[in-house]
C-alpha cells in the first residue's frame, strides 16, 4: 500500500495556523510527514480547512435510540436524572445483541460525520435481560467492536465494572441485572473484549471503567485501576447533587475529595462530568493531571450543573469531550453549550478565550488534547508520528467565506453546525467524504429495520 497525501489550503498545525499544508499518511495510518507552503501533487486529496480529529471521550452507544423518549414530566412534581434513568433501564431491557450492533454502527457513523475520528464506548451493557452471561461473555463489546469494524471509527473500549445498585451495597435492581459481574467474570471480560478488539486496526485500544462510586466499592476501585496499568481509566463522578449527599454522608468525604485522597489519580485518569465540584475540588482536580470528561449537552439535557470551567483550565486543568448519552451528536455544538453555559453562569462573554487565541480554538484544542490522553490514542495534533485523525471543512461554505485563523473554528462552533465538516480520517481511513460516511446507505438501513422492531416492542 503506498501512502496518501492530502493537501489543505490552510491547516492548524502545532505551531499555529499555516497556509499550503501538504500531509502524507503511511499505510500503518500515522502521519508520516508534514509540509508547509507545498504544492499539490497529481493524485492528492485536495482540501480547504485541515484539522487534527478529536476523540469523543465518553459515549454508551445504545443510549442514541431513546433520544426524544424522555421529554415529558413524571408524575412527581419535578422531572431529574433518575426518571430519566427509569426510562433508560426499561428501554435497554429490549436490546439484543444484533440491535445494540445497529445502534452502535449508527452513531458512530453519526459520529465520524460530526468531525470525531474516534469514540471512547463506556460500555456496561453486557448481559442477557434476566443477568445471565451469554454463551459469549463477551458477546457485547463483540458487538460494539463489529460496529467499529463497519464505521471505521477508531474505537477505545472500555468495559464497565459494576457491582452494586447504590452507594449503601444493594445488590443490583432489576434495570441493572445486565451490568453486573463480580471482580473474577470482569476479569474474563475484560480478557474476551480484548480479544474482540484483535479483529479491529492497531489503533483500537482498551481501557477499564469501574462506573463510578455508587456502583462500585472503594477496594474494588483500587484492584480495576491495576488491571491493566498503562490503559486509560475512566468512571463517572460528581454528576448530580443527590449523588454528592450520597457520597458525602457514606464516606465522610465528596466523591472529587474522596476520589484525589485515596487513589494515585493522575493522566491516565478521566472523570466524567465533574459537574458538581467545589472551588477546592476543582483545583486539586485541575492540578492532578486527570481529564475531566465533559458531555455538555447530555449535562444540560440531564440538568447535572455547570461546569466550573474557568477556574479550572486557570489552574492548568485539563478536559475533553463527550457525548454521553448521544441525545444528539454534534462536535460543534458540544463545543458550544460548554462555552455558553459559563457565560450564562458568569454573565461574561468568552470565557476560555485567552491572550492569542480564541474561545473557539481554546475549546478544539482542549478536546484534541484531552480526547487523545483520554482515549489512549497519539492522536490530537497534525505532526508527523502520530496518528491520523483528521478532519476537513468546506472552505467554500457561505458561513466560512472570508475567515481565516482562528475564525473558521469560531464561526463552525458558534455561528455554524456540523453540516461544514467535509471528510473525516480515523488512522488515516478516509471514511467521511462530501459530509457522508461510505457506508451510511447499509448502516442507516439494518438502523431503521432495528428502531422500527423496538420502538413497537416498547
Ligand atoms: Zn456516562
Redesign the pocket.
Known amino acids: 500500500m503506498k501512502s496518501k497525501e492530502i493537501f489543505a489550503e490552510t491547516a492548524l498545525l502545532p505551531s499555529g495556523w499555516a497556509q499550503n499544508v501538504s500531509v502524507s499518511v503511511d499505510p500503518s495510518g500515522r502521519i508520516a510527514e508534514v509540509r508547509k507552503d507545498a504544492q499539490p501533487g497529481a493524485f492528492t486529496h485536495r482540501v480547504g480547512v485541515l484539522l487534527a480529529a478529536p476523540a469523543n471521550l465518553?459515549s454508551?452507544a445504545f443510549q442514541r435510540a431513546m433520544a426524544g423518549f424522555t421529554e415529558t414530566r413524571g408524575s412527581g412534581a419535578s422531572d431529574s436524572f433518575w426518571t430519566w434513568r427509569q426510562v433508560m433501564y426499561r428501554f435497554l431491557e429490549q436490546l439484543t445483541p444484533e440491535d445494540v450492533e445497529a445502534i452502535t454502527g449508527f452513531v458512530q457513523m453519526e459520529m465520524l460525520e460530526a468531525g470525531y475520528a474516534a469514540s471512547v464506548e463506556?460500555h456496561y451493557l453486557h448481559h442477557r435481560p434476566d443477568g445471565e452471561p451469554y454463551a459469549d461473555l463477551a458477546e457485547m463489546s463483540g458487538r460494539v467492536c463489529a460496529a467499529a469494524a463497519d464505521t471505521g471509527i477508531g474505537l477505545t473500549l472500555l468495559p464497565v465494572l459494576y457491582q452494586y445498585g447504590g452507594i449503601d451495597r444493594r445488590p443490583l435492581g432489576a434495570g441493572q441485572v445486565r451490568f453486573g459481574n463480580d471482580p473474577d467474570r470482569y476479569a474474563r471480560l475484560l480478557e474476551g473484549a480484548e480479544a474482540a478488539l484483535t479483529g479491529l486496526p492497531p489503533d483500537a485500544r482498551i481501557g477499564v471503567a469501574p462506573h463510578s462510586l455508587r456502583a462500585v466499592d472503594a477496594e474494588r476501585l483500587t484492584w480495576a485501576s491495576e488491571l491493566r496499568p498503562d490503559a486509560p481509566l475512566h468512571m463517572?463522578i460528581a454528576e448530580q447533587v443527590a449523588e454528592v449527599e450520597e457520597i458525602r454522608q457514606a464516606t465522610g468525604a465528596r466523591p472529587v475529595d474522596w476520589l484525589l485522597d485515596t487513589h494515585a489519580v493522575d493522566g491516565r485518569w478521566c472523570l466524567?462530568h465533574c459537574t458538581q465540584m467545589t472551588e477546592a475540588e476543582t483545583v486539586r482536580l485541575a492540578t492532578s493531571g486527570a481529564v475531566a470528561g465533559l458531555c455538555p449537552i447530555t449535562e444540560s439535557s440531564l440538568g447535572d450543573g455547570i461546569f466550573n470551567g474557568e477556574s479550572y483550565v486557570g489552574q492548568g486543568g485539563r478536559f475533553g469531550i463527550g457525548s454521553?448519552s448521544n441525545i444528539r451528536i454534534s462536535l460543534s455544538e458540544e463545543l458550544r453549550t460548554l462555552e455558553y453555559s459559563q457565560r450564562l453562569a458568569s454573565s461574561r462573554r468568552a470565557v476560555f478565550a485567552e491572550a492569542g487565541r480564541s474561545t473557539g480554538r481554546v475549546l478544539f484544542e482542549a478536546a484534541l488534547s484531552g480526547g487523545a490522553a483520554a482515549a489512549g490514542r497519539d492522536c490530537g495534533a497534525i505532526e508527523a508520528g502520530r496518528v491520523a485523525d483528521l478532519l476537513s471543512l468546506d472552505a467554500e461554505a457561505t458561513g466560512l467565506l472570508g475567515r481565516a485563523g482562528d475564525q473558521i473554528l469560531d464561526s463552525w462552533i458558534f455561528a455554524g453546525d456540523d453540516r461544514l465538516v467535509r471528510d473525516v480520517w480515523s488512522a488515516g481511513r478516509h471514511v467521511v467524504r462530501e459530509g457522508r460516511h461510505v457506508a451510511r446507505n447499509g448502516i442507516e438501513a439494518r438502523y431503521r429495520r432495528t428502531i422500527r422492531c423496538l420502538t413497537g416492542a416498547i
Open positions: 465518553h454508551h463506556f463517572h466524567i454521553d
